[in-house]
């Protein structure tokens, strides 16, 4: 029977082994090892090394669960500002620099952009506010004052931290309303088919004169 897949957020067995030994054969590093299944459901090795088994095992954890808390999007919701979302953006992409995925200088440049352009910009809109014509105007700006180079950088952030808004999105759409004229014809009673048969029509009298035999 196939083994169920770990929960969202959540990690497997850590294991350690030893990676550095002195010349005597004394433990000098040791490696913890775990897999984590992120946000968006696939399953990453997560590692962290210390001086004893212990000190590496306790360094996994708390980067297990750093990087847990940064992948609960679900508390968010439309009515939060963007800087809430930049937040989660920026820790997600700070925990892709600890894990090796991207390099420190990438992160140095989008926290400027950040700082310098995004979060004026856009920070304090409500997410359901950043309608894509709003954004590109953003951009447009950016472009004109700072130039291409700048906006290049400064969409990569932007559509990064929207990929993290779609599930919001359709978590907030409500069920569209019926129209009038279908809640007209709900409210509308339905005749009973056995009305004519029970009730069948009057018939007209009969206004003409009576004839007399003579």
């Given at each position: 029977?196939?083994?169920?897949?770990?929960?969202?957020?959540?990690?497997?067995?850590?294991?350690?082994?030893?990676?550095?030994?002195?010349?005597?054969?004394?433990?000098?590093?040791?490696?913890?090892?775990a897999?984590?299944?992120?946000?968006?459901?696939?399953?990453?090795?997560?590692?962290?090394?210390?001086?004893?088994?212990?000190?590496?095992r306790?360094?996994?954890?708390?980067?297990?669960?750093?990087?847990?808390?940064?992948?609960?999007?679900?508390?968010?919701?439309?009515?939060?500002?963007?800087?809430?979302?930049?937040?989660?953006?920026?820790?997600?992409?700070?925990?892709?620099?600890?894990?090796?995925?991207?390099?420190?200088?990438?992160?140095?440049?989008?926290?400027?952009?950040?700082?310098?352009?995004?979060?004026?910009?856009?920070?304090?809109?409500?997410?359901?506010?950043?309608?894509?014509?709003?954004?590109?105007?953003?951009?447009?700006?950016?472009?004109?004052?700072?130039?291409?180079a700048?906006?290049?950088?400064?969409r990569?952030?932007?559509?990064?931290?929207?990929?993290i808004?779609?599930?919001?999105?359709?978590?907030?759409?409500?069920?569209?309303?019926?129209?009038?004229?279908?809640r007209?014809?709900?409210?509308?009673?339905?005749p009973?088919?056995?009305?004519?048969?029970?009730?069948?029509?009057?018939?007209?009298?009969?206004?003409?004169?009576?004839?007399?035999?003579?």
């Amino acid at each position: 029977m196939p083994r169920p897949p770990l929960p969202i957020g959540t990690w497997g067995e850590i294991s350690t082994r030893t990676t550095k030994t002195n010349k005597n054969g004394k433990p000098l590093k040791h490696l913890a090892h775990a897999k984590f299944r992120d946000h968006d459901g696939k399953v990453r090795a997560v590692t962290a090394t210390g001086t004893t088994k212990t000190a590496a095992r306790t360094a996994l954890l708390t980067k297990l669960q750093n990087r847990a808390k940064t992948n609960h999007s679900a508390e968010l919701t439309m009515h939060h500002k963007v800087n809430h979302l930049l937040d989660l953006w920026e820790k997600r992409f700070e925990q892709r620099v600890v894990d090796g995925q991207r390099s420190p200088t990438s992160l140095d440049n989008y926290r400027r952009a950040l700082k310098n352009h995004v979060r004026p910009a856009i920070g304090e809109l409500h997410i359901a506010e950043a309608t894509t014509p709003r954004l590109d105007t953003v951009l447009a700006n950016i472009r004109n004052h700072a130039g291409p180079a700048t906006a290049k950088t400064c969409r990569a952030v932007i559509s990064g931290a929207m990929k993290i808004r779609r599930p919001l999105r359709r978590h907030h759409r409500q069920p569209r309303p019926r129209s009038r004229r279908h809640r007209s014809q709900a409210q509308a009673p339905t005749p009973c088919p056995h009305d004519r048969r029970s009730h069948p029509p009057a018939q007209k009298p009969d206004h003409g004169r009576t004839r007399h035999r003579g």
